[in-house]
């Protein structure tokens, strides 16, 4: 959400769901969060449902610090792995934060032709 705000300036909490893709409700609990911590505040100080969201300066630091702190960890990485273990781990990443973002839903669709496991009396 940082990152959106940072590149689009105020936006509303209707218009970041759509370009991150999750659900409003998520972006209205998160955009809590963030104006709680001095991250993100809404430029109507008269709107408390915080419909319309800004970055703040202190956004602004952390989402460098973060930005710092994934390129660190980015090189470290690219130093540890070959570069298909680094695109596999990206991938379940990947859908690790995708599963969150959608209210913690399965990572894989159960599987209609598995069997399950025999039931002991």
Known sequence: MLHALHDRGPTYTWELSRTIGVNRQTIVNEANVLAER??????????S????LAITDRGRRELARIDQESQRLDERLNALCATKELETLRGHLARV?????I???????????????????
């Open 38 to 47: 001095g991250l993100a505040r809404s430029p109507s100080a008269a709107d």
């Open 49 to 52: 449902r915080l419909v319309i």
């Open 97 to 101: 934060a995708a599963c969150n973002a």
């Open 103 to 121: 209210g913690g839903q399965p990572l894989l669709p159960s599987d209609p032709h598995a069997q399950k496991p025999p039931r002991h009396a």
